[in-house]
């Protein structure tokens, strides 16, 4: 059997010229979209009455069909109560301590802290609480919509 050499350079540029047309960006095509920059202050946080004390803000798609990233703000001192949602989420905290358990009843004794760059991934339907202790506290949340937010009952 004869042994074919490669070229590393022709190799790399035959498969970017590969991607790039089957994604396509060939030469001269314009993207669809241009590059959005959003600076935390031109975020619009509103309140749901079922996590009080907690804004959120959509940053990009739309929650109730696709992909989308909103953004959470915990005032100092606030709780969300156990809760579960229909899609898997990506977690990433921004700013704050951020105090994450799993479970159907709120115990403060289980919650984990976890600083800024901290990424949890909490798959669908996992029941699960959160907090902010003494300040604010922002996470970025990740997944494909639709989605919600269900409060739990704890069982009795």
Not at 57 to 84: C, E, L, M, W
Not at 129 to 154: D, I, K, W
Request: net charge positive; aromatic share 6%; hydrophobic share 40%.
């Amino acid at each position: 059997m004869k042994k074919i050499a490669l070229n590393p350079l022709r190799t790399h540029l035959a498969l970017f010229a590969l991607l790039a047309c089957a994604s396509g960006i060939a030469a001269g095509e314009a993207p669809d979209e241009q590059v959005r920059v959003i600076a935390p202050a031109q975020l619009d946080y509103r309140l749901d009455p079922k996590v009080p004390g907690i804004g959120i803000a959509v940053v990009a798609g739309d929650p109730k069909s696709g992909p989308y990233t909103i953004r959470a703000r915990f005032a100092p001192n606030t709780q969300a109560a156990p809760h579960r949602h229909p899609d898997t989420r990506t977690v990433t905290v921004l700013g704050g301590t951020y105090y994450f358990a799993q479970g159907e009843q709120f115990d403060p004794a289980k919650l984990q802290p976890h600083t800024p760059g901290t990424v949890l991934i909490v798959p669908a339907g996992t029941p699960h609480f959160s907090a902010a202790r003494g300040e604010e506290t922002v996470v970025q949340e990740s997944g494909v919509g639709p989605t919600g937010l269900e409060l739990v009952q704890p069982k009795r």
